[in-house]
């Protein structure tokens, strides 16, 4: 009687330690992140039916043994499985800008990079200011033509380019030797791209909307579309019949930056107001395109004029 009761006494105790350490194991394992490896594994329902040997040992099912709730299994997003930012969320681009006109953008500022490129001393006296907001209003649109669905020019190359030229404008935010002589060759590879020449670019990780391309400069490109184009070219009857097609082309540049500026990854995204704003910006701008392809110039007045009140409200409420 003695022996027995030891025997039952040590086989309590094994079960006991045995328990234990099944549980201290688990408790491990749940606290660990998931691999890629092991993540489809984790997702897999538990078996139904346990061994004999392991029922035996735990009086049944193991699972009532066990404290607490079972972590939940969280799948990924599709943009986090793709590698892509988490504000890289749809966008009807084609109805908003024609593939044609981002192409048409991208040629503009390589013209408009000439003077700044043309020698050291023009990109220190502060053209390499230019050339930095130029850089990143290409890299741009570069990545609008990466997500377009009837583009076809650069389709292929276009989410490298984006981040090239996105890399180009930082760097030459510095205006010495070294800043401009990387700056030229980048410059280089937009005027090898727009002959039709192929360029290699390094494979790259997309990139937020807010690492492409700054807020502020988003906004300086705005400015400078409204105070250089739209507000002159309108000014009179004159001016809007020999600059009709350019209206019609900022109106529509206009329109994508401003849907980009609502994007997650700016500051203030989720300010209910700037939202607004950059919704009006867009609409204004939409307004703009309609009537200039209807030649209706008192209506293109109004909403440039309605347009500048929008950004004059936001840089009063964000100044």
Same mark, same amino acid.
């Given at each position: 009687m003695s022996g027995m009761l030891k025997d039952s006494s040590f086989y309590i105790f094994l079960r006991i330690i045995t328990l234990s350490v099944m549980c201290a194991w688990a408790s491990e394992v749940n606290a660990q992140p998931l691999s890629?490896?092991?993540?489809?594994? $984790?997702?897999?329902?538990?078996?139904q039916k346990w061994d004999a040997e392991t029922e035996r040992l735990f009086d049944g099912d193991p699972r009532r043994r066990l404290q607490g709730?079972?972590? #939940?299994? @969280? @799948?990924?997003?599709?943009?986090?499985?793709?590698?892509?930012? #988490?504000?890289?969320?749809?966008?009807?681009?084609?109805?908003?800008?024609?593939?044609?006109?981002?192409?048409?953008?991208? %040629?503009?500022?390589?013209?408009?990079?000439? @003077?700044?490129? $043309?020698?050291?001393?023009? +990109? %220190?006296?502060?053209?390499?200011?230019t050339v930095s907001q130029q850089f990143a209003v290409v890299a741009a649109m570069f990545q609008i033509l990466s997500r377009h669905s009837t583009a076809v020019r650069w389709k292929e190359i276009a989410a490298p380019a984006s981040a090239h030229f996105s890399n180009a404008s930082r760097q030459a935010?510095?205006?010495?030797?070294?800043?401009?002589e990387s700056a030229k060759r980048s410059y280089d590879d937009l005027g090898q791209?727009?002959?039709? #020449?192929?360029?290699e670019f390094?494979?790259?990780?997309?990139?937020?909307?807010?690492?492409?391309?700054?807020?502020?400069?988003?906004?300086?490109?705005?400015?400078?579309? +409204?105070? #250089?184009?739209?507000?002159?070219w309108s000014a009179d009857a004159e001016e809007f019949e020999k600059n009709q097609l350019s209206v019609i082309h900022e109106s529509r540049i206009h329109a994508a930056l401003a849907e980009i500026l609502q994007q997650p990854s700016y500051e203030l995204n989720d300010d209910d107001e700037y939202q607004r704003h950059g919704r009006r910006l867009k609409s204004d701008s939409q307004q703009i395109l309609q009537s200039a392809q209807e030649s209706n110039l008192n209506q293109v007045q109004r909403f440039v004029g309605e347009l500048n009140k929008t950004c004059s409200r936001c840089h009063e409420d964000y100044k």
């Amino acid at each position: 009687m003695s022996g027995m009761l030891k025997d039952s006494s040590f086989y309590i105790f094994l079960r006991i330690i045995t328990l234990s350490v099944m549980c201290a194991w688990a408790s491990e394992v749940n606290a660990q992140p998931l691999s890629a490896s092991n993540a489809h594994a $984790a997702g897999t329902p538990a078996p139904q039916k346990w061994d004999a040997e392991t029922e035996r040992l735990f009086d049944g099912d193991p699972r009532r043994r066990l404290q607490g709730t079972r972590p #939940e299994v @969280k @799948k990924l997003s599709t943009s986090q499985a793709n590698g892509s930012p #988490e504000d890289a969320r749809p966008i009807a681009w084609g109805p908003l800008i024609p593939a044609e006109f981002v192409e048409d953008e991208i %040629k503009t500022l390589y013209i408009a990079m000439q @003077k700044p490129m $043309a020698r050291i001393g023009s +990109y %220190k006296s502060g053209g390499y200011q230019t050339v930095s907001q130029q850089f990143a209003v290409v890299a741009a649109m570069f990545q609008i033509l990466s997500r377009h669905s009837t583009a076809v020019r650069w389709k292929e190359i276009a989410a490298p380019a984006s981040a090239h030229f996105s890399n180009a404008s930082r760097q030459a935010q510095v205006n010495n030797l070294q800043a401009y002589e990387s700056a030229k060759r980048s410059y280089d590879d937009l005027g090898q791209l727009i002959r039709g #020449e192929r360029v290699e670019f390094v494979p790259a990780s997309a990139l937020p909307w807010s690492e492409i391309i700054e807020l502020p400069q988003l906004m300086r490109r705005l400015q400078q579309g +409204y105070a #250089e184009g739209l507000r002159p070219w309108s000014a009179d009857a004159e001016e809007f019949e020999k600059n009709q097609l350019s209206v019609i082309h900022e109106s529509r540049i206009h329109a994508a930056l401003a849907e980009i500026l609502q994007q997650p990854s700016y500051e203030l995204n989720d300010d209910d107001e700037y939202q607004r704003h950059g919704r009006r910006l867009k609409s204004d701008s939409q307004q703009i395109l309609q009537s200039a392809q209807e030649s209706n110039l008192n209506q293109v007045q109004r909403f440039v004029g309605e347009l500048n009140k929008t950004c004059s409200r936001c840089h009063e409420d964000y100044k």
